[in-house]
């Protein structure tokens, strides 16, 4: 059975996010070293990024998992092979499937087409794992996310 894509920020409810960022706040101080243990995420990059694949290799590698790293310069996505077809195949070998793409049509296809899990890691409309993240250090940082001003509109 599916679990829960991460598409946008907006796939989250507010208990999903306070959640997933307490588990976060916990790994951080005390680890949870086997909880991805024998999991895999295939990583499919269409746009280049150092942090974003460093970061999810080594959280994988921390928490007992494995990621594979599939560039799209090797077969671009939607071109050689249909994106059903990229998705259903490497979703028969793995966990998870993150991707960072240029087009959120892209993103919508892979978690259409796909029977486990999709991350959103960037598209041309939504960053939700890097909007979790900065969720995190403010609530690090300040001690809550409610009635803050993050910034000054004019």
Not at 86 to 115: H, M, N, P, Q
Request: aromatic residues 6%; contains cysteine.
């Amino acid at each position: 059975m599916k679990g829960k894509d991460l598409l946008s920020i907006s796939d989250l409810s507010k208990e999903d996010i306070d959640l997933l960022i307490s588990e976060a706040i916990d790994m951080k101080t005390e680890g949870w070293l086997s909880s991805l243990n024998r999991k895999t995420l295939a990583l499919i990059f269409e746009k280049p990024s150092l942090r974003t694949r460093v970061s999810f290799e080594t959280g994988l590698n921390q928490l007992g998992g494995h990621a594979i790293f599939y560039s799209i310069k090797d077969s671009p996505l939607g071109k050689k092979e249909n994106v059903a077809d990229t998705v259903r195949c490497a979703a028969r070998y793995v966990d998870i499937i993150g991707a960072r793409v240029f087009k959120r049509s892209d993103i919508a296809e892979l978690a259409k087409y796909s029977d486990i899990p999709i991350i959103n890691m960037l598209d041309d409309f939504a960053h939700p794992c890097q909007i979790l993240c900065d969720y995190q250090a403010i609530l690090e940082k300040k001690g809550r996310l409610e009635n803050l001003k993050i910034s000054e509109g004019e």
